[in-house]
Structure formats: structure tokens, C-alpha cells
């Protein structure tokens, strides 16, 4: 019998298949479905910031706004009693998915701005939270924000949080970095305890009939895991620090491959939305074949085995890698090119 | 004494705290200004909170005043407490159940908001004509003066209809009592528990209909026996007083608050008496004090129980030195001898006094809450003191038709206040002004020993109204039931700075007051900007001037405009009404308690603000000479008619009070055109039109909620005197020859800024999207140019109607608007509907206007929306009632068909005697198009030539109803509340009627002019005030419901989603021959949405299928076509999306998730319902051998 126990942000797992930050989590029901399915934790779904501010800013518009003032209606419509808002809402589901599963639960903080994080991170831990997933959502547009200070503003952000907060800390990041590795190893200076690759974002569209600008947000594509692997195993390959992939993970081969570059946990979210919580008891009974089959004894032993430090051929994973796909690219007979 | 804890509430809170502990059944219905205690009552059963026997009130909203006695009488004859809040035309409507409940001797007390009863107009505001026309009905009329007295009222007077068995109306002055927060004592629910008698409670309760014993009551009695039975009930209203008296008694002893029956105050040896009841006897009780000060021998005789009238008691509280009485009415009954109260005190002294009779004089103060002071108690008293004293009098205003008025002395004070903080505010009604100033009352209420009184006056607008703040702080309880007086102020507060070019506010600062300002004129520069009358009063009264740029403040705190806790904190700071650290600090926790866990960065943010405010506050020193050239006040142009600038003038510039009797109309009748004069400059940005993208669509002119941007098409020849800036160019569309230009203009001043037809704007530059075919632009640097502009764009000749395609935006938009510039809120989602109506039928229009925000925006003084064309015609208007609109438009229809029948028989009778075919082009003209329209105005203005040269007596008759050869148009308009709900028998009868009249229903899904309460077209799910839990029943299907009489026509309309299938409708149903009924869906402000969203919460209402559009037209069935046509699709929008777009839905997952989850799935399953039924009621196949031509003037969708 392989042993799937692994360890993410101090915590151990028994096993790395870990359900991401997804609506999944926002009932108890699905939550336990998720565990009954084997899932080794859960990240909750993301405590928005920008949600808890316009929820906020609807609540002013509630206090003040409707508030016309005119001499028959001092307002228009009731004050609530028991309103409570997304932060309390989360808070309180927090404290009823550690009452109800055994498995550990990550909290996830999404948000955009510098301000606010230390209350929040505060308010989770106290709720119970095992560890928090910091997932900062910064899209530089300015002219005079440069590489240095966007990854700056990235480590202010997270040693605010550590300072506030005793559980483990990772850090959710964008692909969108010049130098990734570089920038984790500052992170775990910083106090961050894994890092979770990678973040993926609604993409703007152009709706051709309004010729509007509209978000979209499609599910992942096995073939998003590709990224992931490689940066698992460059970044295993220089640095002692947790790594979570997330991103294109659908199968058990993906999921593998993952944690032979150098994961210690590997993340699903659009399959487990396309085909239920009970595709991770599919994947974890695959994961068990193959390592069978392959004569692994534990999930340990093979975590980055194939990462940049292990790797046969290295180099596979930098560029060479890129040349030697294109290489591997025959025209097909009779097309000139 | 017991416990009892203080509190700041105002007096529709004090009653409904009471009323709600002692009730377990408590029928509801929204009239202003009682609604706040059902609201109350609501929230708190919402919530849970129980009564004192430790059950939950059953809060249940009725469809009138009307039902909820109904309601009340049926819940009392089943043995529960059971009451009711209301005023004015509400308590009309619970006469009939009053004498019943009365009858039958049943225990219970109705919470009135004393407000006036509408006569020659509607008047939201105060006085005691709606108590009076229920002193008849057996009910003991039982007046509180105070926000505590209402407190303390509201137990005693079920205390003594549960022990005496006769109903009780308690009543309070409407908003100066219901709406003025005061620092009141409140027990403990165990006190009142210990106090209530429970075995009259047990007795009531025995007397409950029921199967156990069952008994008749409700009979119907004859001649022999009715009247004796009538008398059976003396004792029982004789000895009511001593009821009354005793629970007054008893109360007293727990709360050490004595109340008698008739409470005298004043000289022992008194020779001169008012008798008065409300709260103007404090305002007297308060002169009393002062003259008795200066010497004079005068008391005040406070009435507290009117009905049953103890003329024994009252003769007993008098002093037997008293030579002369004043009895002041606050109600007036046309043609009598005497108001109620002097009529009844003259009784009483007839009958009771023991030596001589004095002197007794009647007048009237205080109708529709006007101003009552102690200078006018004091010219009363003066009155007295004279010779020979007018026996009937007036007092408050300036009459110089009867003369009947006393002058006072404007300078008089009764010293009350002398040692008060008395304080002004004026802010606008949606800058915060007022819920700060509500919470700074509450905040010295709370931290201090000090006794508070707010008030709060508005102007009758809802978008950009004006507020006044009325503050008083002082030691002793206060009880001057009147505003801060010109002069008095000690401190006041201008939050907005465009209303110094307005208003005189420091006309009311005391010498040595303070004043501050926010502005964005930097310190050193404000004394040479501010007009001419602030600098000379800041120099003659030494007033303290700070200024504060508040904007900029809240701006940078990311508060955007909200500058309420910066203006609030400025008051603190230097008001001294409390220790600066400490009010700081209150200010603060106040935030965290409004915010506090529900929006944390707000209250950050406002706390920043909070902190950041006074480095910003800065003393300006007064110049000193006055130097300034500006001048303040509101003058009418010199075009404007006599009347306008004469009295609409003196109202819109707030001085209506100085107004004389002669100078208004006897019979109600006012000019339209008024709201052109009102230039509120309310609007930060305005739209400029791109002539180089526009398309000509129109959309922007019929989307305007406040037809602030109109088009006009005309000779290019009539630009020869066009403003430089003027935009105009050749309009587009093969409907037009070359040289006709169109213009679109807006209304620079006008303009409210909402920006909608910016939204709604169809065009993009094909290089710049952002850039459409209309922008908003900041207004001030256009104000003047597009002023110039237009005013020429009137002056610009009419499109001729006959001349334009009107089944076209394009065209219809062409059309003159009879409604403009109304006081509806910025982004209203009625008017557009109502613009549109006046446009296209306004030469020729009655409109039936049922009471609601309609009534206000469409004829609240001092202007009205209103207005007629050149040639002089335009929508004659009227508002009835709430209730009976339906009706009062069916009558206007019967009245011209009847004038009409009249005028044809008359015609054919003169036919001969007239230019040769004349009568019968007259007479056979269908009058089906604006064309045909023409020519029968033309063709009837030479038969009123032709009459007049005639002469004969049948000529002169026929003159005398010629017009009515003319088509006239009636459109009976009102809001959900009335259709739905109040006014749903009588539109439902019209219906059935098949009279061709036209009902447009404007529904806000809530009534709206109330503050947004539910009403049977609130859909389920939604919060609104008396479902603060959510609506758990659906929407009422009215279109369906007059679809089923079949020879109606019927659309669902939405101009946001869909502006030509309104279009269509709308004139489809004018021309329809028959009943026609049009249900248009209108986003409000109580919606919880941004109206700037206004378009796309009406899309997203279709296509999730809450609101389909569709059209039934009978004419088709006839036809052999299925009558109904739908114009919007299948549903393609999830429903949760759409209720996750607003806030009246949204709110609920954040106060009771399973419960918002449950009643979404519900209202899921009916939308798709219902979509499904109206498709296949559309599929019907209504074929025929012979079918005919469609007559649909287009297919929509």
C-alpha cells in the first residue's frame, strides 16, 4: 500500500489533493462531500475584498444614499437587524467547516489593495482558519510603477499579515513575474511558508455587438498544468519552501507529474466543478496504480524528484526545453515554409 | 418610582414602542406622517421583539386604512388588543369601523399623526381636521402635546379603553410631535406589565366571539329599538373621564409624570385663559410663564381629553377669576359658528359656570402646521385685553379678505430659549444633513444631562431638497413646539455653499452667533466672495465665521460626497454643547455603531475624516466694510405672468408665509408652466451633444427623467438670431426635407445630472469609444452659454404634429413635452412615461392623478411640472384622493361623452344654418391622427366663428360645448399602492366599465412618495418597509387579471428595455376605444440601486423574466389575430442574477440567507411560470374564416 501523506504549511495531509479556493467550499455539504471523496484539506472560497467593499458600499448607499430626505420618507427601505456582512458570513462558515471536517482548512484572503489585510487575517485565525492563502490581485497599469516596487508592494502586503497573524501563510502569485524565484525567496524570507502557482485571472473580453469590455473567466485546460510543472521544479530546485500548483490539474498523470517537479500539494478546482467531489477519490485510487505500477513506496519519496536540482537533464526546463519543442515541430509533406 | 431608562425617539417611535408592547395584532397601511409607527411595529416583530405577554405582535399590512379598521374590528371581536396608526385621509377611511368598534364597546386605542384633511389641496403637514371629523364616531378623542406626553398617552389611553370599554384616538400633532426627537423618560416593560389591568384585559377577552359561547353581534335594528340602545351606553361615556383620569393617576405614581384631563397652568387668580389642545399649549404654556413674569394675570387651560368632553372637569380646572377665554381651533369648519373645541367650551360654560359668564372668543391657528410662536400666543392674549375682542379670529397668518387675522409682534420672544443652544442647519436632503444632525441629538441625549429637541423641515422636492435643521440643547426639558426663531440662532451651519446665493440664513443668527460655511473659497478669499446681506450681518451681528472645504475633506478621507460626520464634528468642535475630546469621541463611536461590523473601511474612513477635520476648520476674519456687490434671494424673470412672480415667486424664494389671503385662489386653481421658473442648478455636469455622431434617435429625450434635453426640428432659416455656441445641423431620416435642422438642447440649469441619456446613448465614435454621441461636461463653465442657448431653442417655432411620424422615437421626440422639469428624484424611473404621455397627447389630455409621487412631483406648490403649448392648450390636471382615482378619471370620461353627445345633437340640429358640409365633416371626422386632429380644430374653431355670428339661443349652447367636438384624451395616472392596492376595486370597476379611458400604472413595486412600503406588486423576496423580512407572497398579476375581461387593452411595458415597444403602447391604448390599461415597470430610489443604472435594471428585469413585456389588444381578436403579443423573449438572464443586482433583494442574504435562498427559488419557479403561461396564451389560435387586417400599428419583438 503507497503511503500519499504529504506536508503543506506545516501541516501534514494525508494525501496532496487538495480542493482550491472554489465555490465548492461555500457549503457544508459539498465541504464534507469533498472530504468524503479524500480530499488531503480545503482552501474555502476566497473572502473578496473587493466583494466586502462594494457589499460595503452598497450598505452606505443603504444608510445614506436611499436616504433622500424629503419630508414624507426620511428613507426607503428597512434597516436590517441581522444583516451580516461577507466578512462575518465567512467568518462564520470558517468556524462551521472546522466544527464539521477533520481535514484541515486553509482560508483564502483575495484582495487588491494595501490596507485592511491584518484585520482580516486576524479575524480568520481567531475563527480557526489552519493556515491562510494570501492571493493578491495587482494588475500594474501605471506608467511609474515599476517591476521593483510592484513586488515590493506583493511583500508589504504579506509581512503585514505575518506580523498579525501565528498560522502558516502562503502567498497565491501570477505568472506574470520576471523573476519568480527570486521573488519566492524573498517571500520565505518574509515569513511565507509555501507559495501557490499560479493565480488565474478573469480575462477582459470586447463583447463585438455592445463593444463593451467584459470580464470572462473560463475553466482550466489541462494543458495550463504544463506552466505550473515547470515552475514547481525550478522553483524546487532552488528553494526549501512549500509549493502548491494550481491551474490545469484534472487527472492523476498531471497531478503526478506535479509532485515529481517539486509540489507538495496539488490543487483542483475546474474538474472538481466539471465532474464532482468524487473525481478525487478517481484520481488519488490512479495516483495509488501508477505508483504501484511504477513501485513508489510513498508520495516523499517521489516530491521533486524530478525538479531542477534532481532532474536528469536539468536544463530540459529552461529554455533548451522551449527550442527543442519547436524542434520536435515536422512540416507536414508539401507546405513550404 | 420605577425604572425607567431616558432615550432620544421622536414621536412616532415613543408610540409605536408602546403601542407595540401592548398589542398582539397590529393592522397596518403607509400615510404620511403616521407611517413611521407601522414601520416600526414591523421592523420590531421582524426581529422577534415580543410584547409584554411575551408574544410577537402579528404586523399586517392592509390595502387601506379602510381594511386595516376592518382588520382591527375583526381582530378586537376575536379577543385580541389590537390597534392602528394613521392620519388625515387614512382615519376618513376608518369612520365607518370606528362607529362599529364604538358600538360594540370595544377596548382599543388608534394612534393618530394629527395631519390635515385635503380640501382645495393636499397638505402632508398638521392640524386637527382629520381628529375632528372623527369626533362623531363614539371614539374618545384623547390629545398628547409632547413626544413624552405621546409616550406616556400611548399606555394610559389602552390602560382606560380596556377598563372603561370605549375605543380611544390618541393623536399628536402630525411631525411636530410625530417627527420631533426630544429627550423622553421611558419604563421598563415590567412597570407597564405590573400597571396593566389584567382583569379588564380578562374581561376583554371573555367578551371575544367564539364557538365556546357564541353570541350575535351586528345586528340590524328597527325604529323600535335602535335609538334606546343608543342611549344604553351613557353611563359608560359619562364615567369615562374618571377612567381616563384614574389611569392618568395611577400612571403617575409609578412614573411621576401627573397628567390631568383638563391642566390648567398659569395665575392663580388668572383673569385672561387660552384653551388649547397639541402641542402649540406648550408653546403657550411657555408665553403664559413669561407674561405672568411681566405681570399680567394669564393662564392656559391644556385640553388633553376631547371626547368624551367632561364640561364638569373643564370648569373645574378653570380659576374663577378668569373674565375672558380664547379657545383656539386647530381645524377649520367652513360655515360654522366655531370650531369644536370653542363650541364645547362655550357649552360647558353655559351649563356649569356658577356666577358670571366670560367673555369667550374662537380662533384658528396652526392649519397645515403653520407656525405657531409665542408672539402669536401673545397678540391672542393681547386680543383678550382689548375692548372689544374679535369673537372669531385667526392667528399665524395676514387675512385681508375677512380681516378676521390678529397682528403680532414679529420681535416678541417668551425667553424659553434664552439659555438653550439653538442651532440651524441647512444641508441638502441627500447630503447627510439631516441623519447627522439626528445622530448629534442623539449624542448629547446619551452623553449628557442636557434635554435635546430636533426638528427637521424640508421643501417639497425630492431631488435636491432642502433641509433645515432645528436644534435646541438646553438643562430644562424644552418644549417650544416651534422652529428656531430670525434672530435666535446661536450657531449655524450653511452645508451647501450655492445656498447663499438663495437664502438670508443669517437672518436667524443672534448677535454673536457662529457661522460656519463649507466652501471650496480658500479662508483669506471668502469675505469678497460671499453676497452682500452675509457680509453686513456678519459685521452688524459680530458673528464668529469659520469655513471648511468639506468636499475636499471627505474627498480625501474616500468618503466621496458624504461630508455629514465633517459638518457634524465642526459643530462639536465649536459649538461647546459638549467638551471637544469627548464629543470627538462620541462622534467616533457613533460611526463604529452605524458601520462597525457591517462596512469597516467606512467607518475608517469616516473616522479619518473625523480626525483630519478641524486642521481644515479656519476663522475667517470679516472684513471691514461691506463691499460685496452680490445679492441673495430668488427673483423671477420679468416674462413670467403677474401670478408666478407675485405669489409662486414669493413661495419658491421660502417667503410664502408673508403671502395674504387675498392673494390665493379661493377654489385651488393655479397656472401650469410654473417649474421653468425654479432654476435649481443642481446638476455638477450636463450633457453636450456631438452633432458629428448623433443619429437623431431620440432616446436621449424621451430617457430624461426630468425633460432637461429636448429636440426640436425647424427651418434652418430660424438660426438667423442663434447664440454662437448654438448646435444644430440638417436632422437625418427621409421623413424630413433638406433644410430642416434639428437641434438637441439641454436645459442647463434644469438638468439634474443624472447622466442617463448619456447611458442610453446608442452611438460610439468609431475611433474613440468612450466618446459617444452625448458626454456629460462640468456645468458651471457652460451654465451661462447653454442658458443663452436655451432660451433660443424655445423661442425656436414647433415641428407641425401633423407633420411628424409619432409611431417613431424619432418623431415623438419631436413633439412638444407638457411636463417639465418636475421635482422627481435624479433618475426617476416614472417620468420618462409620463413625459412621453404628455408629449404625445398633451394639446388634448385630462389626467386623473391619484395621490402618491406622482401627485407631489406632478403638483406639490410652489410650481408644477405641467405646462401648456403656445397656442395655450395643455394636460388639465387633478388630484383627487389616493383611493378613488380610478373613478374620479371615469367620471371625467362620462362627463365629455356626455358633453360630447350634447354637442353632436346640437350641431346636427344647426347643421343648416352652417358654412355648407361643415357639420358633417364635423361630425363624421374619426380624428384618428395628429393630422386629422388638426383639421378638426380648425374646422371647429370657424363653427365657434360662425356660432358667435349666429347668436341663437342653440348656437349659444353649442358654443358653449363646441370644444368637446374636439377628441379629448383621459389618462388616469397613479403608482402601484393606488392600482394595486388602495384604488384596486375602483380600477377594477373602470375596467369593467369598457369607457374609453386610459390607465397608466407607474410601478415602483412599493409605494414609493411613502418611503417605499410594500404593496401587492412588491415582488416576493424583495425587502421594503413592512416586509422587513422579505415579501413572502408574489406579485400580483395585474395585466393578467385585465386581460380576463377581454375587451381591455393591456400592455407591460419598460422604456428602459424596450423604448418603442412604450412607444407602441402607449399609442395603441390612447387610440383603443375602449379601456386601456398600461403597467409600466419604474426603477426607484427604493429599489437599492444606483438609478444611473436606471436602463439596465429595467433590461436585466426583462430578460430574467421578472418583467415581460407584452401588448393585449382586443382589436386583434376581433380581427381573427390572438390579441396578445409578447415583446421580450424567454427568459436568458438567471432571475438570481437580476435580484443580485439589487439591493432590496440582495439585503437579505446578508440578514436571513435561507430565508432569501427559499423565497429565490420560489420566485425562480413563478417568473418561469408565468413567461410560459403568456406564451401559450399567445399561441392561442383565435383564427377565423375571414380574418382581417391587423391593426397594430407595428410588430414588436
Known sequence: MVDLQTTYLGLTLKNPLVPSASPLSRSLDSARHLEDAGAGALVMYSLFEEEILAEEHQYERFVHNAALGHAEAADFLPRQAHYQGSLDSYLQHLQTLKSHLAIPVIASLNGVSEEGWTDFGRELERAGADALELNIYFLATGLHEDATSVERRYLDILIQLQDAVNIPVSVKLSPQFSSPVHLVNQMQQAGASAVVIFNRFYQSDINLETLQVEPQLQLSSSYESLLRIRWAAILRGALDIDIAVTGGFHNSSEAIKALLSGANVVQLCSVLLQHGPDHISRTLADMRRWMEEHEYASVQQLQGSLSYRNAADPAAYERENYLSVLDSFTPPAGVRY | ?1197
Open chain 2, 1 to 1197: 418610582m420605577s425604572d425607567q431608562h431616558t432615550a432620544m425617539m421622536d414621536g412616532n417611535e415613543a408610540v409605536a414602542h408602546i403601542a407595540h408592547l401592548l398589542n398582539e395584532v397590529i393592522a397596518i397601511y403607509p400615510i404620511t406622517p403616521a407611517s413611521p409607527m407601522g414601520e416600526h411595529a414591523d421592523s420590531w416583530s421582524a426581529e422577534g421583539i415580543p410584547n409584554l405577554w411575551g408574544t410577537v405582535p402579528a404586523v399586517i399590512e392592509m390595502q387601506s386604512e379602510a381594511g386595516a379598521a376592518g382588520a382591527l374590528h375583526g381582530a378586537l371581536q376575536a379577543g385580541s388588543l389590537a390597534t392602528t396608526f394613521t392620519a388625515s385621509q387614512g382615519l376618513l377611511l376608518m369612520l365607518p369601523n370606528m362607529f362599529k368598534i364604538a358600538g360594540e364597546l370595544s377596548p382599543s386605542v388608534i394612534h393618530v399623526a394629527a395631519r390635515t384633511v385635503a380640501s382645495h389641496a393636499l397638505s402632508i403637514f398638521c392640524d386637527h381636521s382629520d381628529v375632528m371629523a372623527a369626533r362623531g364616531t363614539g371614539y374618545a378623542l384623547l390629545c398628547s402635546n409632547s413626544v413624552q406626553e405621546a409616550l406616556d398617552f400611548a399606555f394610559i389611553s389602552q390602560q382606560a379603553s380596556l377598563r372603561g370599554r370605549v375605543p380611544v384616538l390618541h393623536f399628536f400633532d402630525g411631525f411636530r410631535t410625530s417627527h420631533e426627537i426630544s429627550k423622553v423618560r421611558v419604563p421598563t416593560r415590567e412597570t407597564l406589565l405590573a400597571l396593566i389591568d389584567r382583569e379588564a384585559l380578562a374581561a376583554h377577552r371573555s367578551r371575544a366571539m367564539t364557538p365556546e359561547r357564541p353570541v350575535l353581534r351586528g345586528t340590524s335594528q328597527n325604529p323600535d329599538v335602535f335609538f334606546q340602545a343608543r342611549e344604553s351606553v351613557n353611563p359608560i361615556y359619562s364615567d369615562f373621564p374618571n377612567v381616563v383620569q384614574q389611569a392618568m393617576d395611577e400612571y403617575a405614581a409609578v412614573t411621576g409624570r401627573q397628567y390631568r384631563l383638563y391642566e390648567y397652568h398659569g395665575a392663580a387668580d388668572a383673569e385672561q385663559l387660552v384653551v388649547i389642545m397639541g402641542s402649540g399649549a406648550d408653546t403657550v404654556a411657555e408665553t403664559v410663564d413669561y407674561l405672568q413674569r411681566q405681570g399680567h394675570a394669564v393662564g392656559v387651560l391644556k385640553v388633553r381629553l376631547f371626547r368624551p368632553f367632561s364640561g364638569e372637569a373643564l370648569m373645574a380646572a378653570l380659576p374663577d377669576t378668569v373674565r375672558s377665554i380664547a379657545v383656539l381651533d386647530r381645524t377649520k369648519e367652513a360655515g360654522a359658528e366655531g370650531e369644536p373645541l370653542y363650541k364645547d367650551v362655550v357649552t360647558a360654560l353655559a351649563r356649569y359656570r356658577r356666577h358670571d359668564m366670560p367673555l369667550v372668543i374662537g380662533g384658528r391657528y396652526g392649519l397645515s402646521s403653520k407656525e405657531f410662536t409665542p408672539a402669536m400666543v401673545a397678540a391672542v392674549f393681547a386680543e383678550l385685553g382689548r375692548a372689544q375682542p374679535r369673537p372669531s379670529f385667526t392667528v399665524g397668518i395676514r387675512d385681508d379678505v375677512s380681516n378676521l387675522s390678529l397682528a403680532w409682534d414679529t420681535a416678541f420672544r417668551s425667553g424659553a430659549n434664552e439659555h438653550n443652544v439653538q442651532a440651524l442647519f441647512y444641508g441638502l436632503g441627500s447630503d447627510g444633513t439631516v441623519s447627522a444632525n439626528k445622530n448629534s441629538i442623539k449624542i448629547i441625549g446619551d452623553e449628557t444631562d442636557l434635554h435635546a429637541q430636533g426638528y427637521f423641515v424640508y421643501d417639497s422636492k425630492k431631488a435636491g431638497a432642502v433641509t433645515i435643521s432645528h436644534l435646541r440643547f438646553g438643562e430644562k426639558p424644552i418644549r417650544s413646539a416651534y422652529l428656531v426663531e430670525a434672530g435666535d440662532a446661536g450657531f449655524i451651519a450653511c452645508h451647501q455653499p450655492v445656498f447663499l446665493e438663495r437664502f438670508d440664513m443669517l437672518e436667524n443668527a443672534a448677535q454673536g452667533a457662529t457661522f460656519v460655511l463649507n466652501t471650496d473659497v480658500p479662508p483669506d478669499e471668502i469675505w469678497h466672495r460671499l453676497p452682500r446681506i452675509y457680509q453686513q450681518r456678519i459685521l452688524d451681528k459680530g458673528l464668529t465665521f469659520y469655513v471648511i472645504d468639506a468636499y475636499a475633506v471627505a474627498l480625501a478621507a474616500g468618503l466621496g460626497k458624504r461630508i455629514n460626520t465633517i459638518m457634524q464634528t465642526c459643530f462639536f468642535a465649536i459649538a461647546g454643547v459638549l467638551p471637544r475630546e469627548q464629543a470627538l469621541q462620541a462622534i467616533k463611536n457613533a460611526v463604529r455603531k452605524t458601520y462597525g461590523q457591517r462596512s469597516r473601511s467606512i467607518a475608517k474612513r469616516n473616522i479619518e475624516a473625523i480626525d483630519s477635520t478641524l486642521a481644515h476648520l479656519h476663522k475667517v476674519q470679516p472684513g471691514a466694510v461691506v463691499d460685496s456687490t452680490l445679492e441673495t434671494g430668488i427673483s423671477l424673470p420679468e416674462t413670467a405672468p403677474q401670478f408666478v412672480r407675485e405669489v409662486t415667486g414669493r413661495i419658491i424664494a421660502g417667503q410664502g408665509d408673508l403671502i395674504p389671503v387675498s392673494q390665493m385662489p379661493v377654489d385651488g386653481t393655479w397656472p401650469l408652466g410654473t417649474a421653468a421658473f425654479e432654476k435649481r442648478n443642481l446638476a455638477l455636469e450636463i450633457p453636450v451633444w456631438e452633432t458629428d455622431l448623433c443619429t437623431h434617435c431620440g432616446k436621449c429625450v424621451f430617457v430624461c427623467p426630468h425633460s432637461a434635453i429636448r429636440s426640436k426640428a425647424f427651418p434652418e432659416s430660424a438660426l438667423e438670431q442663434a447664440p454662437a455656441t448654438f448646435k444644430s445641423i440638417q436632422i437625418k431620416g427621409k421623413d424630413f426635407p433638406a433644410g430642416v435642422h434639428i437641434s438637441y438642447q439641454v436645459a442647463p440649469e434644469d438638468c439634474t445630472g443624472c447622466s442617463l441619456c448619456v447611458d442610453i446613448c446608442p452611438i460610439r465614435d468609431k475611433s474613440v469609444a468612450s466618446r459617444k454621441a452625448l458626454n456629460m461636461a462640468p456645468q458651471p463653465p457652460l451654465r451661462e452659454d447653454e442658458a443663452d442657448n436655451w432660451a433660443f431653442f424655445e423661442s425656436l417655432p414647433e415641428y407641425q404634429h401633423r407633420d411628424i411620424n409619432a409611431a417613431t422615437m424619432k418623431g415623438a421626440m419631436l413633439m412638444e413635452p407638457h411636463f417639465e422639469f418636475s421635482g422627481a428624484c435624479v433618475g426617476c424611473g416614472e417620468t420618462p412615461y409620463i413625459r412621453m404621455l404628455s408629449q404625445l397627447f398633451g394639446d388634448r389630455m385630462l389626467v386623473a392623478n391619484a395621490t402618491g409621487c406622482s401627485s407631489i412631483y406632478g403638483g406639490n406648490l410652489p410650481t408644477t411640472p405641467w405646462r401648456a403649448n403656445a397656442q395655450g392648450r395643455g394636460p388639465a390636471w387633478n388630484n383627487s384622493l389616493f383611493e378613488d382615482n380610478a373613478e374620479f378619471g371615469l367620471g371625467m370620461r362620462v362627463a365629455l361623452d356626455n358633453q360630447e353627445r350634447r354637442a353632436r345633437d346640437l350641431l346636427a340640429g344647426l347643421g343648416n344654418t352652417l358654412s355648407s358640409g361643415l357639420a358633417d365633416a364635423i361630425a363624421g371626422c374619426q380624428q384618428s391622427d395628429e393630422a386629422e386632429i388638426h383639421e378638426q380644430r380648425e374646422r371647429v374653431a370657424q363653427l365657434r366663428a360662425e356660432l358667435s355670428r349666429i347668436g341663437s339661443e342653440a348656437a349659444n349652447s353649442l358654443l358653449a360645448v363646441a370644444e368637446h367636438l374636439c377628441r379629448k384624451s383621459v389618462w388616469i395616472i397613479g403608482g402601484d399602492g393606488w392600482a394595486y392596492d388602495i384604488g384596486s376595486g375602483g380600477v377594477d370597476h373602470v375596467l369593467a366599465s369598457g369607457r374609453n379611458v386610459n390607465i397608466l400604472v407607474l410601478d415602483t413595486e412599493v409605494y414609493s412618495n411613502t418611503g417605499g412600503q410594500t404593496s401587492k406588486a412588491t415582488p416576493r423576496g424583495a425587502v421594503a418597509k413592512f416586509s422587513a423580512g422579505g415579501k413572502n407572497t408574489g406579485k400580483k398579476d395585474l395585466a393578467r387579471l385585465a386581460m380576463d375581461y377581454d375587451n381591455v387593452y393591456v400592455a407591460h411595458v419598460a422604456y428602459g428595455a424596450k423604448d418603442t415597444q412604450t412607444l407602441h403602447a402607449l399609442l395603441e391604448a390612447e387610440s383603443y376605444p375602449g379601456t386601456s390599461l398600461v403597467i409600466a415597470y419604474s426603477p426607484c430610489i427604493a429599489h437599492g440601486v444606483d438609478l444611473s443604472m436606471n436602463h439596465k435594471q429595467q433590461q436585466a428585469a426583462v430578460d430574467s423574466g421578472h418583467w415581460p413585456l407584452f401588448r393585449f389588444d382586443p382589436r386583434r381578436a376581433e380581427l381573427g389575430h390572438n390579441p396578445l403579443r409578447l415583446d421580450s423573449k424567454p427568459p436568458s438572464l438567471p432571475y438570481r442574477e437580476f435580484v443580485r443586482s439589487e439591493a432590496r433583494f440582495s439585503m437579505l442574504w446578508q440578514s436571513q440567507p435561507e430565508r432569501a435562498e427559499a423565497l429565490l427559488k420560489e420566485a425562480e419557479r413563478e417568473v418561469a411560470e408565468r413567461y410560459h403561461r403568456y406564451q401559450q396564451l399567445a399561441a392561442l389560435d383565435y383564427s377565423t374564416d375571414a380574418p382581417g387586417q391587423d391593426p397594430g400599428r407595428t410588430e414588436d419583438g
